[in-house]
């Protein structure tokens, strides 16, 4: 895919392309009420000592509870249950035994609220589950502590006596046992201290609030414009793609020998016309102008340079073309079909009926110029034996099955196609002048007289 066809497309489709984009922007527009979550700040929770990860899992998932959310909707009287309030609370296990709490709220003061609340129940709903005496593990646990703190103090009372026994004597013995025994003393007080502080560190949860959530200055991603924005730029892309998947795969006839091949009958000339007409367009319906806002059939092939410099070459072509249609039939009257959509090809027709009228080697010939809808086609019945059609097309606009309906409906009404005239879009020529047509050899000297397309249907006669 070359560059020049994405900037082909893009000049061809910028209707249809601009109404994907706004329909994108106008969708995500509206996501955001759904999606946007609104303004979002965080807090954090320190849980001191050595922890588990599968520990640091299950802190997150208390974080989370039910009964926190629900203390915490209750502390903050906004009428709304735990479940609700779940899906505006986040928590998430960090590196170093921290719990980050995430609380999510239409205003930064409610956000910022909702973060700080969530983390002083969740602090103090670990403290209680800590501190529980109906704990049965706890109690145990308290239980030998008491029958050891016994034990250390029968055996200090033990010492002191011994002590007080040694002292009778003041022999080397005695005071190397007083010695040691002193220093058995002060093990144990050590001990003894030790157990209490284990034990008053025991009682508590050891979890501590690492400050308060920061007020957010901005919305959290994805905002109402992020998503606005990506919605333009995602329809964009796909439209984008679209069009140039279409026209990479475009089935429409561009080459005269298909397009001689599907109607099965010679191509008699062909005119390059250009793509801006002077000639007033019928002023379509809404309906018609929306759909083709949407749905725009121009063809996507790019507009080739004119191999005619000037009007006269252009009626040289238009007197030839009749010429071979006047060698290709005998029939006096010769039925025009051009598609009702194809605005190129019938300013073709009309000054091809034109020029019949002044045209010497098109003595004889009847045109009667009829336009027909390329999804049904629907041909006159000739008028006495089998009539002969001329069929005026614009090349890559119409597909062979197009070309071939038409064929089958000229037979169905007894007419045969005799051949086929194309139109080639041209990029319009800045000069508005044109040159004055020189004499054709062989052929009678006479001015054109250009014929418009207001009607259905245009019939005009040749020279007699």
Not at 201 to 211: D, E, L, P, Y
Not at 236 to 260: C, F, N, P, S
Not at 315 to 330: F, H, V
Request: hydrophobic share 40%.
């Amino acid at each position: 895919m070359r560059l020049a066809t994405v900037g082909h497309v893009l000049r061809r489709r910028w209707k249809a392309l601009a109404v994907l984009t706004a329909f994108g922007a106008l969708l995500g527009f509206g996501a955001s009420f759904l999606f946007s979550p609104g303004y979002a700040t965080s807090t954090s929770v320190l849980l001191q000592g050595p922890r588990e990860p599968s520990e640091m899992l299950t802190q997150v998932e208390v974080a989370r509870s039910s009964v926190v959310l629900g203390r915490a909707a209750v502390a903050l009287n906004w009428n709304v249950t735990p479940a609700q309030l779940r899906e505006s609370v986040t928590a998430e296990a960090l590196d170093g035994n921290v719990i980050r709490v995430t609380g999510t709220a239409d205003t930064p003061g409610a956000a910022q609220r909702l973060a700080d609340q969530v983390a002083d129940e969740y602090v103090r709903f670990t403290t209680q589950l800590v501190s529980s005496s109906a704990d049965a593990s706890a109690q145990v646990l308290r239980e030998q502590r008491d029958a050891l703190r016994r034990q250390v103090t029968e055996t200090n009372n033990r010492i002191s006596e011994l002590q007080a026994a040694s002292e009778q004597g003041l022999t080397v013995e005695s005071v190397q046992t007083r010695t040691d025994l002193e220093g058995l003393r002060t093990q144990l007080g050590q001990a003894m201290t030790k157990l209490d502080e284990a034990e008053a560190g025991s009682s508590q949860a050891n979890i501590v609030v690492m400050g308060q959530a920061e007020r957010p200055s901005s919305p959290a991603p994805p905002t109402t414009t992020q998503l606005t924005v990506g919605g333009a730029a995602l329809f964009l892309l796909v439209g984008m793609l679209t069009q140039l998947l279409a026209a990479r795969a475009g089935r429409r006839l561009r080459d005269e020998e298909d397009i001689a091949a599907a109607l099965d009958a010679p191509v008699l000339g062909s005119v390059d016309l250009p793509d801006d007409p002077a000639s007033p367009k019928q002023r379509p319906g809404f309906g018609t102008r929306l759909r083709r806002l949407v749905y725009d059939t121009t063809p996507f092939e790019p507009l080739r340079k004119a191999t005619t410099r000037n009007e006269a070459e252009k009626d040289i072509r238009y007197r030839r073309s009749l010429a071979r249609l006047r060698e290709n039939t005998q029939a006096g009257q010769v039925l025009v079909l051009v598609a009702d959509d194809d605005l190129t090809a019938q300013r073709m027709a009309a000054q091809l009926a034109a020029t019949a009228a002044v045209e010497p080697r098109a003595r004889g010939l009847f045109l009667r110029v009829t336009a027909v809808s390329p999804d049904r086609v629907t041909v006159p019945d000739a008028p006495a034996g089998r009539g002969a059609v001329l069929v005026v097309v614009t090349a890559a606009t119409r597909t062979a099955w197009e070309l071939v309906a038409i064929t089958r409906a000229c037979a169905e009404a007894g007419q045969s196609v005799v051949g086929v005239v194309i139109a080639h879009r041209v990029r319009p020529s800045r000069s508005g002048a044109a040159s004055a047509p020189p004499e054709d050899t062989g052929t009678a000297g006479g001015k054109n007289t250009a014929g418009g397309m207001n009607g259905m249907s245009t019939t005009l006669a040749g020279p007699a």
